[in-house]
């Protein structure tokens, strides 16, 4: 079982949809979790950064972590076309340097 | 364009083959990182350096791979003797200072293939 489980979609949605996006993870010790927007043949480029537990809201993006239930979220309002990218969650143990990801959902927002 | 600069951008070379890639950190970033990311997959860590000293290689790195961070300032990653399963996404990010949870900034990769 991998650390970080996040479902590749695809998923597809109508412009100025609600979306929402997800991933789970087993290890407890994560404190530092990132929402990453990917561009196709592109590096990754932060969106969302949270520490612990609670939300996050930049604009028309929220995160949320639930640590209890080792499930975090990011939602995006009034999706917009430009939005269309492969999304990736990352998190992190305190004390450690590496960034663990998901796997990444891949999302297209149709006009 | 003060990112991170990842230099060749794409890499096709012949199975067998070494490969060098250079990576350009952050002005004054002194946390590097290499990871690699396969088609479909998330990326996944491969090492760590803080300024030149190389802290932490996962078991990705296998002996066919050495990462060098020589004045702590820009990397080189090499491969050496190739395998078409090294194909891939090859990332450099840099992180600031020492203080604990600072954003990681990722380059734009690049991208190899083993034919």
């Known amino acids: 079982q991998k650390e970080v489980e996040q479902d590749p979609g695809p998923l597809s949605v109508p412009e100025g949809a609600i979306v929402s996006l997800n991933c789970t993870y087993s290890?407890?010790?994560?404190?530092?979790f990132m929402w990453y927007r990917q561009y196709s043949r592109k590096g990754p480029e932060l969106l969302m950064y949270?520490?612990?537990?609670g939300n996050k809201e930049d604009g028309r993006f929220t995160a949320q972590v639930d640590k209890s239930s080792k499930y975090i979220s990011l939602f995006i309002r009034d999706s917009q076309p430009s939005d269309s990218a492969t999304y990736l969650c990352a998190m992190s143990v305190q004390g450690a340097q590496k960034l663990v990801f998901g796997q990444g959902t891949r999302l297209t927002i149709n006009p | 364009d003060t990112g991170v600069s990842q230099d060749p951008r794409h890499k096709i070379t012949k199975r067998g083959q070494n490969v060098t890639f250079r990576c350009d950190p952050i002005?004054?970033?002194?946390?590097l990182y290499w990871y690699r990311q396969t088609l479909g997959q998330g990326p996944e860590f491969l090492t760590y350096f803080q300024n030149e000293a190389q802290l932490e290689k996962s078991r990705l790195l296998s002996d066919r791979f050495s990462a060098e961070r020589p004045k702590g300032s820009f990397s080189t990653l090499e491969i050496q003797r190739t395998e078409q399963g090294d194909s891939a996404m090859y990332l450099c990010?840099?992180?600031?200072?020492?203080?604990?949870?600072?954003?990681?900034?990722f380059g734009q990769g690049t991208r190899l293939t083993v034919v």
């Open positions: 002005s004054e970033h002194n946390r």
């Open positions: 949270t520490y612990s537990s």
């Open positions: 290890n407890s010790a994560f404190q530092y």
């Open positions: 990010a840099s992180r600031p200072g020492l203080r604990e949870g600072s954003e990681a900034f």
